[in-house]
């Protein structure tokens, strides 16, 4: 099946700071979703972003399919970003509705 | 509030008992998903539902079983439980295959 990989697993931002973190997968994909679970457990969903570039507030996220890789993007941190942020993608190869995750990156932003 | 509804929130039980953990799909969501979510396996799928048919199968075990009814409520059934069965058990929501998942909140089980 598909691996996915994100890096770092863990990041320390202070409030204000811009970071970005990374997706990598084995296979080819047509569906790529960025997740972020905060300190309280809940799954919120940032992208649905097979391909492209998409914005929302101060998160964007890249994906560049044919390398197989996606981004996302946060700018001027908040301590209300900390948590830990998943990708999850599906291919042809499990299904794409089968949605496999990453490990994730843990992300804490300090005041 | 992603209008995904999961009851009960929390759940302890003692090994070998059965639970069943309960789901309420987003309002027009025809695909409920199932997902296990623990400390050494990560987030891991378990089963997929559409319109009450079983549509896709992951790393589910065979003492858990699923079901989608015809309102498109799902209920996730764990039996024989096992202290390694302690776990939060996702239910999401999608409007078509492959569509942009909703996550409810978690029931989170614990097997003592």
């Known amino acids: 099946g598909i691996q996915v990989e994100q890096s770092p697993p863990d990041l320390i931002l202070q409030e204000g700071a811009n970071s970005t973190l990374r997706c990598n997968f084995s296979d080819s994909v047509n569906n790529l979703q960025w997740f972020h679970q905060n300190p309280w457990g809940q799954l919120i969903n940032l992208f649905y972003i097979p391909s492209g570039t998409k914005q929302n507030g101060r998160l964007s996220a890249t994906t560049v399919a044919t390398e197989r890789y996606s981004l996302l993007y946060i700018s001027s941190s908040q301590t209300t970003d900390s948590g830990v942020y998943f990708c999850?993608?599906?291919?042809?190869?499990?299904?794409?509705?089968?949605?496999?995750f990453g490990a994730g990156t843990r992300l804490a932003v300090h005041p | 509030d992603s209008g995904v509804t999961q009851t009960p929130k929390h759940l302890i039980t003692a090994t070998g008992q059965r639970v069943t953990l309960r789901c309420s799909p987003r309002?027009?969501?025809?695909?409920v998903y199932w997902y296990q979510q623990s400390l050494d396996q990560g987030l891991q799928f378990l089963i997929q539902?559409?319109?009450?048919?079983?549509?896709a199968k992951g790393n589910i075990l065979e003492r858990f079983s699923a079901q989608q009814f015809p309102d498109l409520h799902s209920e996730l059934n764990l039996s024989s439980l096992e202290l390694g069965d302690s776990a939060l058990y996702f239910c999401?929501?999608?409007?078509?295959?492959?569509?942009?998942?909703?996550f409810g909140e978690g029931s989170r089980l614990t097997v003592l």
């Open positions: 309002s027009g969501d025809l695909s």
């Open positions: 539902y559409y319109n009450g048919e079983e549509r």
């Open positions: 999850a993608v599906g291919g042809r190869s499990g299904g794409y509705n089968k949605l496999i």
């Open positions: 999401a929501s999608s409007n078509h295959h492959g569509g942009k998942l909703f």
